[in-house]
């Protein structure tokens, strides 16, 4: 990961296990995915951090779209992610899709 970022497991129980990806973007503030695994299938994420998502509604919305799109397996997560974002008209303040895209990368249950 890129200096500031890392990983970590954390314990849910019934099988489920989570994870933890963070990275600092430009400008000091953090974006943080957690991800909740049963074995090794990826069974909820959701993104964290210091951002503003508007409207709000649209970052539910964004984390849906990235599991039923499994976007941790997209060749190219960021142009997909900001596609996403310009279709519904989604503003994003404290990271771009590529910073997004970064976490998504080659995650793995």
Not at 43 to 50: A, E, Q
Not at 100 to 106: C, D, E, Q
Request: charged share 30%; aromatic share 10%.
């Amino acid at each position: 990961m890129r200096p500031g970022g890392h990983g970590k497991a954390r314990g849910l129980g019934q099988g489920v296990r989570g994870l933890e990806r963070r990275v600092k973007v430009p400008g000091g503030k953090t974006l943080v995915l957690k991800v909740d695994c049963q074995g090794k299938e990826v069974k909820d994420l959701r993104l964290r951090g210091d951002f503003f998502f508007y409207p709000e509604e649209g970052l539910a919305k964004l984390e849906s779209f990235l599991m039923e799109n499994s976007a941790w397996k997209m060749e190219d997560a960021k142009t997909v992610i900001a596609s996403f974002l310009e279709e519904h008209d989604y503003r994003v303040v404290g990271f771009a899709p590529a910073d997004l895209a970064y976490l998504l990368r080659g995650l793995r249950c």
